[in-house]
């Protein structure tokens, strides 16, 4: 069984940057692909980053690309989600999923998904 944590959320102005990370605990983490998804309020969740076991492919939402980089540190069981130039249609909750196998893509839809983590909030307001 594998646990993930998310952490880094929080309320920042329009503009800003955080800086969300997802901690895996219980198996291999460089054996699973991992994604990032968030949920608004009322709204479905949604996919926003994605990237293969390695790191060496990732994918993003068209609404996040150029502004969300996601990497992962496979030697501290470790993804991350570097967002830049934070907009108040961001403000969602954040959440990291996991898929085992050691794919050379990227997996954008939810249901592809094994494992999630409970979530952290990011309120984007001014």
């Known amino acids: 069984q594998v646990q993930l944590a998310e952490s880094g959320g929080g309320l920042v102005q329009p503009g800003a940057s955080l800086r969300l990370s997802c901690v895996a605990s219980?198996?291999?983490?460089?054996?699973?692909?991992a994604g990032w998804f968030r949920q608004a309020p009322g709204k479905e969740r949604e996919f926003v980053a994605a990237v293969n076991w390695s790191g060496g492919s990732t994918s993003y939402a068209d609404s996040v690309k150029g502004r969300f980089s996601v990497s992962r540190d496979n030697g501290k069981n470790t993804m991350f989600l570097q967002m830049n130039g934070l907009k108040p249609e961001d403000t969602a909750v954040y959440y990291c999923?996991?898929?085992?196998?050691?794919?050379?893509?990227?997996?954008?839809?939810?249901?592809?998904?094994?494992?999630w983590g409970q979530g952290t909030q990011v309120t984007v307001s001014s």
């Open positions: 999923a996991l898929r085992r196998g050691q794919y050379s893509v990227t997996f954008r839809n939810e249901y592809e998904y094994e494992y």
């Open positions: 219980g198996r291999t983490f460089n054996n699973y692909a």
